[in-house]
């Protein structure tokens, strides 16, 4: 039975206003992907420095995160920093190395209260100290909490994971922990980031561009796209409801007719 829920809000810019829609909580996606693009680029059409679109695109992670625990996902993947961000100005790189500290800082109490749990995938070891202490303060504060999974992409990269997944593989033949034979799409999916994850539902990637930026490769492989040209600083609770309608009202057939 579809029910409305009362996110929706009209936005401050009329023309960006997206009518509520009418959702069946029986079929909320699980897992949902979010590819937050666009900061920089909407900073830019501001006459803004590019740090100034992150720091608005933290506000909306917090809106999102609400939304999503609100309304029953089981888990929400955020793209924060790619293994190919590190190429971006070392100002920029810096700052966007302080945002999980801020973002943490201020709306941990929060986390908690919601009951959220805080994980995070990639190469954790390379980030800076103060992200690190930050994130990991997260994840121990939140570690018995059993309500909506924050994961955060942190330093990622889903070749990097698959290599060095297939690295892990590797080494279990040779000490004869595992056989050759064994070898299935389980035990690969095992030694992944999210090995303890299910796969991704639903993909949302905000900015207009249309691919997957080295994100969640092999874990995409059945999730539904979504794309929008909104910029992530824009991106509101009515887009997420439209995206999720939108998924509703799509066929999964895995491969089947």
């Known amino acids: 039975m579809p029910i409305k829920f009362p996110f929706a809000r009209k936005l401050k810019n009329k023309?960006?206003?997206?009518?509520?829609?009418?959702?069946?909580?029986?079929?909320?996606?699980?897992?949902?992907?979010?590819?937050?693009?666009g900061n920089g680029r909407w900073a830019k059409n501001r006459g803004m420095p590019r740090i100034a679109g992150h720091k608005e695109g933290m506000g909306v992670v917090k809106k999102i995160v609400r939304f999503a625990s609100d309304i029953g996902i089981e888990v929400l993947t955020l793209y924060a920093f790619s293994t190919e961000n590190w190429k971006r100005p070392k100002n920029e790189v810096e700052f966007l190395m302080k945002l999980p500290v801020d973002?943490?800082?201020?709306?941990?109490?929060?986390?908690?209260?919601?009951?959220?749990?805080?994980q995070t995938i990639g190469d954790f070891d390379v980030l800076p100290p103060h992200t690190k202490k930050a994130v990991e303060e997260a994840i121990e504060r939140t570690k018995n909490n059993d309500g909506l999974i924050?994961?955060?992409?942190?330093?990622?990269?889903?070749?990097f994971e698959m290599v060095n997944?297939?690295?892990?593989?590797?080494?279990?033949?040779?000490?004869?922990?595992?056989?050759?034979?064994?070898?299935?799409?389980?035990?690969?999916?095992?030694?992944?980031?999210?090995?303890?994850l299910m796969d991704p539902d639903l993909l949302i990637r905000t900015s207009g561009e249309q691919r997957l930026s080295n994100f969640l490769l092999w874990q995409l492989a059945y999730a539904e796209f979504w794309f929008t040209e909104v910029y992530w600083p824009d991106f509101t609770e009515n887009h997420f409801e439209k995206a999720l309608y939108d998924y509703q009202n799509r066929k999964r057939r895995y491969g089947g007719v």
């Open 15 to 37: 023309d960006s206003f997206v009518q509520p829609v009418g959702l069946d909580q029986t079929q909320i996606p699980k897992h949902v992907a979010i590819i937050m693009d």
């Open 103 to 118: 973002f943490l800082n201020t709306y941990l109490p929060e986390l908690i209260e919601r009951n959220v749990r805080v």
């Open 150 to 159: 924050l994961n955060f992409a942190l330093n990622y990269g889903s070749r």
């Open 165 to 196: 997944a297939v690295k892990q593989i590797v080494s279990k033949v040779e000490s004869g922990e595992i056989a050759y034979a064994d070898i299935d799409e389980d035990v690969f999916s095992s030694e992944l980031y999210t090995s303890d």
